[in-house]
């Protein structure tokens, strides 16, 4: 596949960089009707940057906005002003760029049970992206899925039935398998184990890491949970009513939060030790 | 076609033998429609001035005879070929107009969606009937122009349903991760969006069968259905009304006819609804007895291993 401006790649598998600079995305709310709506800023002037291949954190409470950045840069809604460069190449305003990059990036969900279909088998939900854009041939599509299921943790058996048979977990590791069967460079990853069992969440997390290590993907992780942040990113930011208040690296950002928003944040966050609870609280 | 979206019905699921006895009643009509030149004893429009208006139990003419001595059940067995037929064509093509505007309505969104619902409105302000007859006044008469007439007037019946049903659908995750991951706006409007629409769909459809087969015989009853010299059960009603008083199953025979396989096709709705619409309480008390079942079972067989032992 070659990429815009002749770039070469040699299977699409490799990470990309992602950079974002002043995002920002309005809603109206309220009744269209009858003028009173007014116009709420859910992202507010709003950058950073992601090296190829690494992963940063995005952390906030629910309504930071945190969720309307990663479905932008999905490109699921179009931001009102900024602009979204993936390699270097401003993909808003590049149409052409736009359209070879459409499917590099991909985004898996919170909640699997809502994200897939449920009256898809899995085989076909992990096979739909491989067979829109015509990733293989026909007769090829079948034994591409089962590599990649069986990449993502499933049996081969599990693509005949239906996403409500699986547990959480399982169901989570359909969810990935489908976004990295169109081979995207970039992946947000959109509280990918908050719907689950602590148990289940290492798992889905270990699994992430292994991906991104063998397909050096590029992670654009969303939690409102420092720790699974501090452990997973190399970088992390922290956001509030559609703003970046904190960024930098996670363990120090946890030992020593600057901004007073993200001092609650940590706190909030249960110590399981109690000697390291007791330093908190002092 | 009724212009509300499905109706929450109240009170306890339907019992077992309403559903038998709604489902055999379509098909023993289904039956007759299909076979009814070899099931009908006598041709429809056959006339004997010898047989004029016979009570039922006629020899000959189980059901009696009407004014001119045509056989009255041979006529509502080839009435049943023209309702059945109508009715389930225009229940299709009315089915597939509705949920595609649906669709597109709720997916785009938008101004899209203004217009058809403004346009939908405006439909919705006349009465089903109403718009049907003026729609046979222009088109003229003949089967095909009732499909139309039909169709026409009874599409946003679908569509406004489906449209409301889409608006939810389409901020699910599912649908998102499937835009995300390149598939058109038609891809997912009709793979992704279709089956979960289906349900409802269906539901409308049973009850959009009984609504289709009771306007046709209002028209043949107006008159402004199939040529009077075909029989069809509202046309029957119409000139047996004449009769009311002195030979009553003129009117009444055909009237039972349009009553049964009405009444059927909405129970059969009903059922459908409590089956597949998983807001419906009925599905959720059934989905919880099951659970509690298999939860039953499981506890059972678990403990099932250690009792040899005990």
């Known amino acids: ?282 | 076609m009724m212009h509300v979206s499905v109706p929450k019905r109240r009170g306890r699921p339907l019992p077992n033998i309403i559903v038998v006895f709604a489902v055999t009643t379509l098909v023993f009509f289904a039956i007759l429609a299909i076979f009814a030149p070899w099931i009908a004893p006598h041709p429809p429009n056959a006339q004997s001035l010898m047989m004029r208006l016979r009570p039922p139990g006629t020899e000959g003419y189980w059901l009696g005879t009407d004014q001119l001595g045509r056989d009255v059940l041979s006529r509502i067995i080839h009435g049943a070929r023209i309702s059945l037929a109508i009715g389930v064509v225009v229940m299709v093509l009315t089915a597939m107009l509705g949920v595609v505007i649906g669709l597109i309505s709720g997916y785009f969104g938008g101004w899209v969606d203004t217009v058809i619902m403004r346009i939908v409105d405006i439909w919705l302000a006349f009465p089903f009937l109403v718009l049907a007859i003026a729609l046979v006044a222009v088109l003229g008469q003949g089967p095909d122009k009732i499909v139309i007439a039909l169709v026409l007037s009874g599409w946003p019946g679908f569509a406004r349903p489906v449209r409301g049903e889409v608006l939810q659908l389409r901020e699910r995750e599912y649908t998102l991760s499937a835009r995300a991951l390149g598939v058109s706006p038609f891809g997912v409007m009709f793979k992704h969006l279709l089956p979960n629409v289906m349900p409802t769909v269906l539901v409308l459809s049973a009850v959009d069968l009984g609504y289709n087969i009771l306007a046709l015989a209002s028209l043949s009853f107006l008159g402004l259905g199939i040529g009077a010299e075909t029989a069809t059960w509202g046309g029957m009603l119409a000139s047996g009304r004449n009769y009311v008083a002195t030979a009553w199953w003129l009117a009444a025979l055909p009237g039972i006819a349009i009553f049964l396989v009405v009444i059927s096709s909405n129970l059969i709705g009903d059922w459908l609804r409590d089956r597949y619409d998983p807001r419906s309480p009925f599905r959720q008390a059934r989905n919880q007895s099951l659970a509690e079942a298999r939860a039953a079972k499981a506890a059972q067989s678990a403990q099932a291993p250690t009792q040899p032992n005990a």
């Open chain 1, 1 to 282: 596949m070659s990429g815009p401006d002749g770039m070469m790649q040699e299977d699409g598998r490799q990470g990309r960089a992602l950079e974002v600079r002043n995002l920002c995305k309005s809603f109206r709310v309220g009744s269209e009707t009858f003028a009173r709506s007014e116009l709420v800023k859910a992202v507010d002037d709003v950058s950073f940057a992601i090296a190829a291949g690494t992963t940063m954190g995005l952390v906030g409470e629910s309504g930071s906005g945190k969720s309307t950045v990663a479905r932008m840069i999905t490109r699921l809604i179009t931001p009102d002003s900024g602009e979204i460069l993936i390699d270097g190449v401003d993909v808003l305003q590049n149409r052409q760029a736009a359209r070879s990059f459409a499917r590099t990036v991909q985004i898996v969900f919170q909640d699997p049970t809502s994200s897939l279909n449920p009256r898809w088998k899995v085989g076909n939900l992990i096979a739909e992206g491989i067979r829109v854009h015509r990733l293989c041939p026909g007769n090829e599509v079948n034994g591409r899925v089962i590599a990649l299921a069986r990449r993502c943790g499933l049996d081969a058996d599990s693509l005949d039935r239906y996403p409500h048979e699986f547990s959480g977990g399982q169901r989570q590791r359909i969810a990935i398998a489908r976004a990295l069967a169109v081979e995207p460079g970039i992946v947000v990853l959109d509280e990918p184990v908050s719907a689950l069992d602590v148990s289940v969440q290492a798992q889905i997390l270990a699994l992430l890491q292994e991906l991104q290590d063998a397909f050096g993907l590029t992670y654009l992780l969303i939690a409102h949970d420092l720790a699974v942040v501090e452990r997973f990113c190399a970088h992390v930011a922290v956001m509030r009513h559609g703003q970046i208040v904190e960024a930098g690296d996670p363990h120090q950002i946890h030992s020593d939060p600057q901004h007073p928003y993200t001092r609650s944040l940590v706190e909030a966050h249960p110590v399981p030790d109690p000697r390291r609870r007791q330093r908190q609280t002092a």
